[in-house]
């Protein structure tokens, strides 16, 4: 039993026909996911003006998007020109919306807030060495080197 389209060839070029002359033109794909997310978190000034308007587009349609991404270039702000003395407006800022992911984001951030003020704040960071210990880390897991248990003793 052939499985599949039963449907003759007239029928699909009369279902084209229509749709090529109807007053409303196929739209195009939104953007996925991933591609909106990218747009949110690249820098303003070096994302294209085509990906601008598209971005723009979308947060028309989504308010929730649109205050999301306000959230996060202002937290981008305070992290790349070191004002941490701005977080406790920006957390009550991310409260008064809502958007209860950032809320419970807000809510992990308060429990260590001096911490990440300073993290905000001073210039200096772990980072470089947070990235050597991951780069060990997943070198060793690729080679099948596990680090032994507490419990075991290495003789």
Known sequence: MPLGYQGSYQRVRAYFREK?????????????PRVVAGWILRRPETLPEIDHLRLKAVLVHCPELDALTTHVRSFAQMLTEH????LPQWLDAL???DLPSLH???AGIERDRDAVIAGL????NSGVVEGHVNRIKTLSSSRGHHSPRPSQNRT
């Not at 090529?20 to 996925?32: D, H, K, L, M, Q």
């Not at 004002?83 to 701005?86: A, I, L, S």
């Not at 704040?121 to 200096?124: A, C, E, K, M, V």
């Open 20 to 32: 090529r002359t109807s007053p409303n033109p196929i739209t195009a794909r939104p953007p996925s």
């Open 83 to 86: 004002q941490g003395e701005r």
């Open 95 to 97: 409260r008064c919306d």
């Open 104 to 106: 419970a984001l807000a």
């Open 121 to 124: 704040t001073l210039p200096r």
